[in-house]
């Protein structure tokens, strides 16, 4: 079945670069998504990248895909206090018979300390 | 202002009581979601709606029923609350089918739920 796991804490300094992992199980055609939550808001779309892909940039973040070992990432380069938020992974599959629902990680608490 | 509007944005409940979640979007989307999310269990899905007319059980449906009511909007209602049901709960809506990419969620900002 579908399965998508996340550490649960990231804390970095403000400058360095932050790095978030998910991994899944699914291994049919999908879609892999990042949302970012702050405190007591939605969910806000980052970024997506389908499983052929290998990497997608998107001003300073950067996904990267390693479909042998199911394993996404999400990178933010000079993380600044405002990107302190919960990142959730998810995944969609594509295709026939797809109902488009969301997988959802357990999400990541990013604090970014200044 | 375009998207998804889930009212209310809060609400206590007694163990029992009953109570029906509105969300609504003005995008013209088919598919429409009701998400549960919990500290730690990121975002859970309760029922979901691939068109207008037809529903489905997501992971964790017991305890909640849903109405497609037209294209634009998809109720959440529990009937009898238990504390168990304390949650945030979150609506969102997808644009196009199941042969397009998926990326057209959007999210409403969600209700939050306390069953005392």
């Given at each position: 079945?579908?399965d998508?796991?996340?550490?649960?804490?990231?804390?970095?300094?403000?400058?360095?670069s932050s790095?978030?992992?998910c991994?899944?199980?699914?291994?049919?055609s999908?879609?892999l998504?990042?949302?970012?939550q702050?405190?007591?808001a939605?969910?806000?779309?980052?970024t997506?990248i389908?499983?052929?892909?290998?990497?997608?940039?998107?001003?300073?973040?950067t996904?990267?895909?390693?479909k042998?070992?199911?394993?996404?990432?999400?990178?933010?380069?000079?993380t600044q206090t405002?990107d302190?938020?919960?990142y959730?992974?998810?995944?969609s599959l594509?295709?026939?018979?797809?109902?488009g629902?969301?997988?959802?990680?357990?999400?990541t608490?990013?604090?970014v300390?200044? | 202002?375009?998207?998804?509007?889930q009212t209310p944005?809060f609400?206590?409940?007694?163990?029992?009581q009953s109570?029906?979640?509105q969300?609504?979007?003005?995008?013209?989307?088919?598919?429409?979601?009701?998400?549960?999310?919990?500290?730690?269990?990121?975002?859970?899905?309760i029922?979901?709606?691939?068109?207008e007319?037809?529903t489905d059980?997501g992971?964790?449906p017991?305890?909640?029923?849903v109405?497609?009511?037209n294209?634009?909007?998809?109720?959440l209602?529990?009937e009898s609350?238990?504390?168990?049901q304390?949650?945030?709960?979150?609506?969102?809506?997808r644009a196009?089918d199941s042969?397009?990419p998926?990326?057209?969620?959007t999210?409403g900002?969600?209700?939050?739920?306390?069953?005392?």
């Open positions: 079945g579908e998508v796991e996340q550490s649960l804490f990231l804390s970095v300094r403000e400058g360095d790095v978030i992992n991994t899944y199980t699914d291994s049919s999908t879609y998504y990042w949302y970012k702050e405190p007591g939605g969910l806000q779309l980052l997506y389908f499983s052929n892909m290998d990497m997608k940039q998107d001003q300073r973040l996904v990267l895909l390693n042998k070992d199911k394993h996404l990432s999400l990178r933010i380069a000079d405002g302190s938020a919960i959730f992974c998810a995944e594509f295709g026939s018979g797809n109902t629902k969301l997988i959802f990680g357990q999400g608490t990013l604090q300390k200044p | 202002n375009a998207g998804v509007t944005k609400q206590v409940l007694k163990t029992g109570m029906t979640l969300c609504a979007q003005d995008m013209n989307h088919n598919s429409m979601y009701w998400y549960r999310q919990d500290p730690g269990m990121g975002l859970r899905l029922y979901y709606s691939a068109s007319g037809t059980k992971e964790v017991n305890g909640y029923n109405s497609r009511l294209k634009r909007e998809f109720s209602r529990l609350a238990a504390p168990s304390t949650s945030v709960y979150f609506c969102a809506s196009g042969q397009y998926n990326y057209g969620y999210f900002s969600g209700t939050r739920l306390t069953v005392v």
